[in-house]
C-alpha cells in the first residue's frame, strides 16, 4: 500500500489549525494508521495510532480521522514544538509503509 | 518505561555483512512485537521488519528490498532483537532503529524507539 501525503511543506505562522493529509492507495484498516512527528537528528515519535487515538503524553492539540484511503491529522493551534516532519504510517497487512512526509515550517 | 539500545552499526563494503543488535528493558521482552526500521539520510523513515512474540510463532516479515538478504532473530533469554545483513547495497545505507509497538496494537504503532545505529556502505 502506498500512502501519499499533502501537501509536501505547510508554512504556518505559531497558533494556527495545520491540516496534513495522507491518502491510500487501497483502503486501510483504520486500526492500522499511525502518524509520528520527527524532528532532525531524533528518532520518530508516535503521536496517533488507530486513526484518531492519542499516544501518552501527546497533547489534545493533535487529533486524527478518516477511513479508507483518506485520514488526516489535524494539529489545532501550532506551538513553537509543533515545527517538523510528520509521517503517516500503515500496516495490518505483512508489509508496513511510510508516506513521504508532510513538513510544518514557520511562515 | 522501555529502553532500547542498538549496537553494531559501522560501515562495510558492498557485498558485505554486518550484524545489528537491540537490547531491550523495562518490558517484558518475551511478550513484544519487534521491528526493524531504516532511514537514508534525508529521507522518511522505511520499515525493514517485524519479529513477533514466540507465543505468536516469532513470525517474521519482511520489507520487499531486504528479504532474502536480511535476517531478524531474538533471543528472549537475553532481551536482544537481532539483524543480521548481508549482500550489503550501497541504498542501505542509512540510521537502523529497532522500535516496539504499543501493547496491544497489532505490531506496527512504535511507541518506542532505540536511538539509532548508523550503517554506511560504500567501497
Known amino acids: ?107 | 518505561e522501555v529502553q532500547l539500545v542498538e549496537s553494531g552499526g559501522g560501515l562495510v563494503k558492498p557485498g558485505g555483512s554486518l550484524r545489528l543488535s537491540c537490547a531491550v528493558s523495562g518490558r517484558t521482552f518475551s511478550d513484544l512485537y519487534m521491528s526493524w526500521v531504516r532511514q537514508a539520510p534525508g529521507r522518511g523513515p522505511e520499515w525493514v521488519g517485524l519479529i513477533k512474540c514466540k507465543a505468536d510463532g516469532e513470525t517474521v516479515h519482511y520489507a520487499a528490498p531486504v528479504k532474502g538478504r536480511f535476517t531478524i532473530s531474538r533471543d528472549d533469554s537475553r532481551n536482544t532483537l537481532y539483524l543480521q545483513m548481508n549482500s550489503l547495497k550501497i541504498e542501505d545505507t542509512g540510521v537502523y532503529y529497532c522500535a516496539t509497538d504499543v501493547p496491544y496494537s497489532g505490531g506496527g504503532a512504535f511507541d518506542s524507539w532505540g536511538q539509532g545505529a548508523l550503517v554506511t556502505v560504500s567501497s
Not at chain 1, 511543506?9 to 509520528?36: H, I, K, M, N
Not at chain 1, 492539540?61 to 484511503?69: D, I
Not at chain 1, 517538523?84 to 513538513?103: I, L, R
Open chain 1, 1 to 107: 500500500i502506498v500512502l501519499t501525503q499533502s501537501p509536501g511543506t505547510l508554512s504556518l505562522s505559531p497558533g494556527e489549525r495545520a491540516t496534513l493529509s495522507c491518502r491510500a492507495s487501497q483502503s486501510v484498516d483504520s486500526r492500522f494508521l499511525v502518524w509520528y512527528q520527527q524532528i532532525r537528528g531524533q528518532a520518530p515519535r508516535l503521536l496517533i495510532y488507530a486513526t484518531s487515538t492519542r499516544a501518552a503524553g501527546i497533547p489534545d492539540r493533535f487529533s486524527g480521522s478518516g477511513s479508507g484511503t483518506d485520514f488526516t491529522l489535524t494539529i489545532s493551534r501550532l506551538e513553537p514544538e509543533d515545527f517538523a516532519v510528520y509521517y503517516c504510517q500503515q500496516y495490518g497487512t505483512s508489509e508496513w509503509t511510510f508516506g513521504q512526509g508532510t513538513k510544518v515550517e514557520i511562515k
